[in-house]
């Protein structure tokens, strides 16, 4: 179709684009016939009107992707659109720790110890600060006054004081700070400057609830990612009047720098007593930045389409981070599919009635016993009918790669021990970015391609997989273990690799009534795991019937064993004994709360010169042709 010269074209938004279509329009032009567009003054007129153009289209495609919460950017934006669906912005959370605190006196019969009370730790050499956000009380026993479970706060306990001015429309009272743990907000209202008497508001989290005289506050993120508070019309909620004082206290927090912490002080006297002995129940944890553009665009949706109740399983992965601020990933699954037993571990067995809830923190610890019950207290706020939400730990299942490579050498300057180094790096890389949460599989194709792609002399590799387990063994006690890799295992035929160990190993331990024999772990290729040690390199075999392995579950099931002591493990003292298997696939799928982690200490990557390619840069036809791989022939499998 001819395109027709009179009409300005306007297609593409580029400056190039813009300014080509500017000069055909106007050579087209018949007061233009003949005219030099390149000349000096009518050029950077051309510009002008060319760069104009394509800011004001730039500016109209950011303003519409700020119009979705799909395609904003700006946090403003996303934010804005989160509190259309009724989603409330996560803001920073301070380190969080629990203390026991003895006041040695005997001249007091009760104490009272105020908010904000100061406690003082070190971490990496830094000094922080911890405080108490509600006044406590306590009596005395004996010789002392105990506040038992304290709990305490990273950050400066600060309270802001407003006045209420009914000429401001809009009545919202900004947090000065931008690292408000809002969590730990306290708001009150105060009569007047000369009536003392203070009402405590809560904040609302049910509109339906919320009469024309309840005691409520609301709270928003606003611009440059503050938070602001407001108060009910008079019919949603009260309403504050003229003189009235607004009173926030909260915490002001350094965020993720002082988890971890475990030792503090009081840094003055607590209720006229000196003489205090601050005793930790709980390291500090939980502290973390506000929440990210991503998870806002992520979980908005889904917390709107929960409804405010926890049914499906994305219902609770939802409100697990809400509630849990330090969330990185979470599994969900409903009891039918599998349980909780407290001495197996997650097992198979069905349990009706509970729903399982693993969690990673961004701190990469597990949640302690607290921090657990805690959520799975906040959750049945959320439940429905009789469903109790059970937290567990995490499990990690560890992927040791055997990596072996080829490399054309006229193509690259790097040595091969740098090209492998390289390869690491981009397994590393993986294994950060796609494997270290819940539910991501191990996809051997997609990994070898990145090997591949790592550097364009590579032409092949060859990657093989063996999973591992770490198991903590009871010491001195007779007990039975159980390790579930919950993948089938290689085992091609009856008694597969009997002779070699099977597809089972373990690293060394000793057991009570043998001092002097380290033993270790394997498998006959028939199910039955066996117990062994060396004898001039030469396997003695114990016990013979030290266990089962079930090749289609990947559950090794360890015989009652009195286990004394364990040996180093990867050259360092250890408390675990680590089991690896062969897997029958190579690629491998977590399932429920397991979490996939590459074990770089024990892959290798080696690499050699890709024989064919350097003969095909120099020969040509049948010359270049050859039968013999240069990878060995050994393979875990």
């Known amino acids: 179709m001819a395109t027709n010269p009179n009409r300005l074209r306007v297609t593409e938004l580029d400056f190039d684009t813009i300014k080509t279509n500017l000069k055909t329009f106007l050579q087209a032009q018949d007061e233009f016939t003949d005219y030099d567009f390149e000349g000096s003054g009518m050029n950077i007129l051309m510009d002008t009107l060319a760069y104009n153009t394509h800011y004001l289209a730039m500016n109209a495609n950011m303003v519409a992707n700020e119009m979705f919460i799909d395609s904003a950017s700006i946090r403003s934006s996303i934010v804005s659109h989160a509190k259309t669906l009724g989603y409330e912005v996560s803001s920073s959370r301070a380190p969080k720790g629990l203390i026991d605190i003895r006041l040695n006196t005997t001249a007091l019969d009760s104490a009272t110890m105020p908010a904000g009370t100061v406690f003082n730790t070190t971490v990496d050499g830094t000094s922080y600060q911890f405080v108490t956000i509600e006044d406590l009380s306590a009596s005395r026993t004996g010789t002392y006054i105990q506040f038992d479970n304290t709990a305490i706060y990273e950050g400066t306990y600060v309270t802001s004081r407003y006045t209420v001015d009914s000429s401001d429309l809009t009545q919202k009272f900004t947090i000065p700070s931008d690292k408000v743990d809002t969590t730990t907000l306290t708001v009150k209202v105060q009569n007047s400057s000369t009536d003392t008497f203070t009402t405590t508001f809560t904040k609302a989290t049910d509109i339906t609830q919320v009469t024309s005289d309840s005691n409520v506050y609301f709270l928003q993120e606003t611009f440059g990612g503050k938070f602001e508070v407001y108060f009910g019309d008079g019919v949603i909620g009260k309403k504050v009047t003229d003189n009235n004082i607004v009173i926030l206290q909260y915490v002001v ?213 063996t999973m591992g387990k770490k198991l903590l063994p009871t010491l001195n006690t007779n007990i039975n273990y159980n390790v579930y890799f919950r993948n089938k295992l290689y085992n091609p035929h009856s008694g597969h690799n009997a002779s070699g160990g099977g597809v089972i190993a373990s690293t060394g331990f000793k057991v009570n009534g043998d001092i002097n024999n380290v033993q270790f772990f394997d498998e006959d290729g028939n199910g039955k795991l066996r117990r062994y040690y060396f004898v001039g390199g030469e396997r003695t075999y114990i016990d013979a019937n030290a266990g089962t392995v079930d090749y289609n579950t990947g559950h090794v099931k360890i015989n009652a064993i009195n286990i004394s002591s364990i040996e180093d493990v990867d050259g360092q003292a250890s408390s675990m004994i680590r089991l690896t298997a062969i897997p029958d696939s190579k690629d491998i799928i977590p399932v429920r709360n397991q979490i996939l982690e590459i074990d770089f200490v024990n892959s290798t990557v080696s690499g050699v010169v890709d024989s064919l390619s350097i003969s095909s840069s120099s020969t040509s036809g049948a010359e270049a042709a050859t039968t013999t791989s240069s990878y060995s022939n050994t393979s875990a499998y």
């Open 253 to 465: 927090t350094n965020e993720t720098k002082a988890n971890g912490a475990l030792k503090w002080t009081n840094s003055g006297a607590i209720a006229t007593v000196s003489d205090v002995d601050v005793i930790r129940v709980q390291q500090a944890a939980g502290g973390s930045t506000p929440e990210t553009l991503q998870s806002i665009k992520q979980n908005a949706p889904l917390d709107y389409a929960a409804q405010g109740r926890c049914v499906t399983t994305s219902d609770y992965e939802v409100y697990v981070k809400k509630l849990f601020a330090n969330t990185k990933s979470v599994s969900v699954w409903g009891g039918e599919t599998g349980s909780y037993d407290t001495s197996l571990g997650v097992v198979d067995t069905p349990e009706y009635g509970k729903v399982y809830i693993s969690v990673k923190s961004t701190t990469g610890n597990n949640l302690t016993e607290t921090e657990k019950k805690s959520l799975e207290n906040e959750l049945g706020r959320y439940k429905v009918a009789s469903i109790t939400p059970v937290v567990v730990d995490p499990e990690t299942l560890f992927l040791i790669l055997n990596t072996r490579f080829k490399m054309d050498t006229s193509k690259t300057t790097k040595t091969i021990a740098s090209v492998a180094s390289d390869i690491i790096s981009t397994l590393q890389t993986h294994n950060d970015n796609v494997l270290a949460e819940f539910n991501s599989p191990f996809r051997h194709s997609e990994v070898v391609g990145k090997i591949d792609n790592t550097n364009s002399a590579i032409t092949s590799n060859i990657t093989n997989i």
